[in-house]
C-alpha cells in the first residue's frame, strides 16, 4: 500500500522524462531478493530467449524518442503477460503506437493521428522508434524507424543498415506479425469499434482474423452472387412478361390491321387527285397574276404624272420653312434678353427689401437692452428679499452639538435592537433549516412517486409512437369520460400489468394487435356515442368492443376458471395459467376469457421438443395455447376422424408496452410517507410564527428610531444646505449689482446704424430705375421680332394650301398604284402558295418536270376542278371509314413482331445464364459454410470454455439467412451472467457496459487461442468493467498465457486491482511521466527494489 501511495504521489509532480520500469510481482507482493541493475535486467532477458522463453517474432526489447508524450523510455517485455499500467495521459497508448509504427504499421489501424509527422514530440524535430524481435534461428531483427516533422517521412534501419518499408515489412512478415489482425492488435480506439459492431460485421471480422485466406474472399463473393442472381432473375421475369405481352397485343390488332392497309389504297388514290388539283389550281392562279401585272403598270405611270406637277411647289415650302426658323431663332435670342432684365430688376428689389430688415435690426436690438435692465431690477430686488427670509430660518434650526448628542443615543437603541433580531434569526434559521430537511425530503418522496407513476406515461407515450390514432382517441376520451353512462375502459396495453415480471414476454405475446388497442364500452349507448364520435368527429378508426356482461347479465369472472390446477399442469412443464398473470380490469378480463379463452392459457418459462410431443397427447385439446419465454403454441383438434392434435408455432417479440408495470403497494408506501412527513412539517409552525411576531415588532421599533435619527440627519443637511444657498443667492446679488446697462449710449448707437442703412437704401433705389430703362428698350427689340417671323407664317399657309390641293391627287395616284400592287402581290402569292403546295405533294419543281409515268396516272383522273374535287371526296369516304384506328398501328405491329424475336432470343439466353449461376452459388456456398460452420464450432467451444471458468455461460453460432442473403449471415453471441437467466443474445439492450466489455474480451480471446501468433497487444478492455469482471478476466488471460507455447500478450490499463494472481510468467511495467522526472537510463533499480522490500517488511512487522 505504501508503494502504490510512494508511486501516486510521484505522478503528482511534473515530469520531465518518461521511464518505464519492469517489475515481476508474485502474488501481489513484490519478489523479494530480486536486487539487480538495469544492466542484469537486460543480460537476464538474453538468457530467457537462450531458454527458449521467447516465441519467434515476439518483442524482446522497444525503445521510444521523442515519441507522442516521451523524451526516452525503453521497455524489456517479458515472454509472457506484459501488463502496462498507469495513470491516463502518461502514455500507455504510445507504446502500443510505437509497436505498431516500428513495425511497418499503417497510422490508421491506431485510429488516431491522419499524419506520421502527428507523433513526433511537439516542438521537437524528429523521432525514432526501436524494436527487437526474437529470432531463434539467427540474430534478433532490430527495427530503427526515423521520423521527421518538417518533410512528414521517415527512414527506415535494420540492423543498423539503411532499409525500406518493403524489406521491413519483409522480415515482419516472415516473423508471422499481422498487424492488421484484430486477434493480435487492438488499440485503444479500435476496441471500441470492435465493441460496437452487430453480428454481421463480427462474422467478416472473424473470417479476416482466424479463417483461411479464401472464407473472407468467398463471403464477399457470395454477397455479390446473390445481388447479381436477383438480377438476373428479375430480368428474366421481365423480359418473359414482355414476350407474353407483346405477342398479345399483336394478336389483338390483327384484324385492325388488315383494314388499316385496305385504307392505305384509297389515300394513296386520294393524294394524286389532290397533286393534280394543286396544278391545276396553279394554271388558273398564273393567268390572273399576269393580268394584274398588267394594271400595276397603268397606275406607276399615273402616279409619276402627279408627282412631277408637285415638286416645284414643294421646294418653295421647304424655302419658307428655313425663314421661319431664322425668325424663330432671333425671337428666342431677343426673349432670353428680356429674362435677363427681369431678373436683374427682381434681384434689386430683393436688396432693397433687405434693407427694411437692417433698418429694424437696431431698434430691436435697443428694446432688448432696456427689457433686460428692468428685469435686473426685479431680480436685484427679489434676491435681497429671498436672502433675508433665509437668514430668518437659520435662526429656528437647532444647535450642532444637540444634534451630534441625540444621533448617539439612537444609534445605541439601534445596535441592542440588532443584537436582538441577531438571536431571533439564529433562532429561526436552525428551525427553518430542520423544517428545510423535512420538505427536501418530502420533495424526494413525490419525485420518487412521479416515478414509480411515469409508468402509465411512458406506457402513452409508446403508444403515440406506434399507433397514432389510439393515442389520439384516449386523449379526447381523458376530457369527454362524463359524457358516457360508465368509464370506457382504455385499450390494455395502459392499464393491464402483469403480475410476475418474469413472464413479461409471454403475457404481450397473448395480447393480439387488434386487442392491445381495443376500448371497451360497458353499455350499448356509450358504445354508440363513442363509435359516432370517433368516426364523425375525429375521423380516426379504432376497435371498441362492448363488455360481455352487457349481453349476458350473469356474467362474471368467476365463471372462467382453469380446467385443472396449477399443480397438475407442471408435469408438463407449466409453471402458470395466464389469466392469473394478468392484472387488469374486469371488463378487459372478460372480453380475454370470452373471445380468447384467457383462463385455458399456459404459461412455461421453456420447454423441449420431447415435452411440446407429450403436452399434445396429455391434454387432450383441453388448453388451447400456450406460452413458452420465445414461442407460443396453439394447439389444433382435427374436428373430424380420431380428432388429432396438432400445433402451430409462433415466435414471440420483446415486450414493447408491459415492460413498465405500475406498483401499488409502493405508491401507498410512498403516500403513507409524505402525510408523516407533513405531519412533521406542521410542528414547526409555531415556533416559527411566535418568532416571527417578535422579530415583527422590533423591525417596527427599529424603523422608528431609524425614521428619528433620519429626521435629526436631515435637519443637519438642511442647515448646511441653507448656509451655502444663502453664500451662493449673496454672490448672484453682487453679480447683478455690477450689470448695469447704459440705455443713452445704445440710444447712439442705434441711431448711427439706421443712418447707415438709409444711405444705402437711396443708392440701391437708383439701381433699379437703371434696370428698368434697359428692360423697356429689350420689350421693343422682341416685339418687332415677332412681327416680321408672323408675316413669313402667313406667306406660307399660302403655298401650304396649294401644295394640299396637288398632294391629295397625288396620294390618289399612290392608293390607285398600291392597290394595283396588293392585287397583283395577291394574285402571285395566290399562284406561288398553288406552286408551294402542287412541289411539296408532287415532290417537283415545275409542270415541266414531271416524269411521264406520273403525267399517265394523272391523266387517268378528270382534267376539271369539279370532277377533281368529286373524285377527292369518294376516296376520302372511303378513307374515313377506317379512320377510327391509329394510322401507326401498321408500324407498330411490325415493329413488335420484331421485338417479339429479339426477346425470345435473351430469354433463352436469361434461362440459361440463370441455371448457371445457381449451381454456382450452391458450390461456392459449400465450399465457404463448412469450414466456416467448423471454425465457428472451435470458437464456441473456447468462448464456452473461457465463460464456465468464471461461473458463467456463454455459446457462439451462426446466424444464418433462409433467403440465403449471404449478407445477413452473422455471428449470433449468447451470454449468460447470472444463473436463474437464460442465455441471450449480446446487445447494449441487455447487457450493461462491463458485462460488454467482458464478452468482448472473451471472444477475442477465444479467437486468439485458435490462432497463432508471436505477440497479442490489447489496450484498455477492462475500461467499464466491474471489480469481480475485471479480475475474472485478468485471472483468465494469466491461465492462457501460462500455457506451453502461448503467445507473447501486452495488456494496457490505467489501473489494477489488489491482490491479482500474478504467476512467473506476468510482468508489470508502471509508466510514469513528468517534467521532474530523471532519465530511464539513470534510474536505479537496485535501490528501488530495496526500499521496496524494507517498506514491505516494516508493513509486516506491524500487522
Known sequence: RKLNMERQNSTLRAPAEASAVGTRLLNGHIERGIKRSNTDLVSSAKKKMKKGEHLKGSIVRIRLHNFLTFDNIELLPGPGLNVIVGPNGTGKSSVVCGICLGLAGHQRLLGRAKELKDFVKYSKPKAYTEVELFNPSGTNPLIRREITRDSNSSTWILNGKSSTMKEVQRVVSEMNVQLANKCQFLPQDMVVEFARMNSFQVLEETEKAVGTSEMFELHQKLKNMKSSHKDIFSSLKEKEEMLEKKTRENQLIQNDVDRLRERQHALTCLEILKEKKCWVLYEAARGEYLEMKKNKSKAESRWKKAQNENKPLE??????????ASYNEDEQKCKRKVGDKQRDVTRSKEVLDQFEDDIDRPREELENKKKQERQRQGKLTRAKAEIEEMERQLCSFVSEDDIKVQLAEKTDELKEIGRKLHDIQLQQQQISEQKQTQIEQKNRHHEELRRVRDVVNRRLETLRQENKSCYDVVQWLRNHQDRFQRPIIEPMILVANCRDQQYLKQVEGFLNNRDKFSFIAQTREDLTLLRREVK?????????????????????????TPFANISVMRQYGFEQWMVNLIDAPAPILRVLCKYHFLHFVLVAKEL???????????????????????????????????????????????????????????????????????????????????????????????????????????????KAKLVSTIKARRTRLNELENSVVDIEAEEETCRLAIMRVQRDRVQCAKKIASHFKGLVAQLNEHTIALLNRQTIVMEREGVQKRFADLKQCLEEAQAQLNEAKRLADFAKEKARHCLTDAQRLSGVTSPNDITSEKREKYDSYPNSLGEIEERIHEYKTKADLCYSLDTGLIEQFERRNTEIEELQVEVNELQAQYTGHNEEVEEMKNNWLGPLKSLISKVDQKFSSFFSTMGCAGEVSLQEDKDNDFSKYGIAIKVKFRPKEELQILSTSRQSGGERSVSTMLYLMALQDITSCPFRAVDEINQGMDPINERRVFNLIVSVVNKPDSSQYFLLTPKLLSDLNYTASVRVHAISNGVEMSPFSNWNIRKFLDTAGSMYEDDEEEQ
Open 315 to 324: 421646294n418653295q415650302l421647304k424655302q419658307l420653312e428655313t425663314s421661319i
Open 536 to 560: 364523425e368527429k375525429l375521423r380516426m378508426s379504432v376497435n371498441i368492443v362492448l363488455d360481455p356482461k352487457v349481453l349476458d347479465h350473469t356474467e362474471d369472472i368467476s365463471r372462467y
Open 608 to 718: 423441449f421438443p420431447d415435452q411440446v410431443t407429450k403436452i399434445l397427447d396429455g391434454i387432450d385439446g383441453r388448453a388451447r395455447s400456450f406460452y413458452t419465454s420465445s414461442e407460443n403454441f396453439t394447439i389444433i383438434v382435427s374436428r373430424h376422424g380420431s380428432r388429432q392434435t396438432s400445433s402451430k408455432r409462433r415466435y414471440l417479440e420483446n415486450p414493447l408496452y408491459l415492460g413498465s408495470t405500475l406498483d401499488d403497494s409502493r405508491v401507498q408506501e410512498i403516500e403513507q410517507q409524505i402525510k408523516d412527513v407533513d405531519r412533521s412539517i406542521k410542528l414547526f409552525d409555531d415556533p416559527l410564527a411566535d418568532l416571527g411576531q417578535q422579530e415583527h415588532k422590533l423591525r417596527r421599533d427599529d424603523e422608528t428610531i431609524r425614521q428619528e435619527k433620519t429626521g435629526l440627519m436631515a435637519s443637519r443637511r438642511d
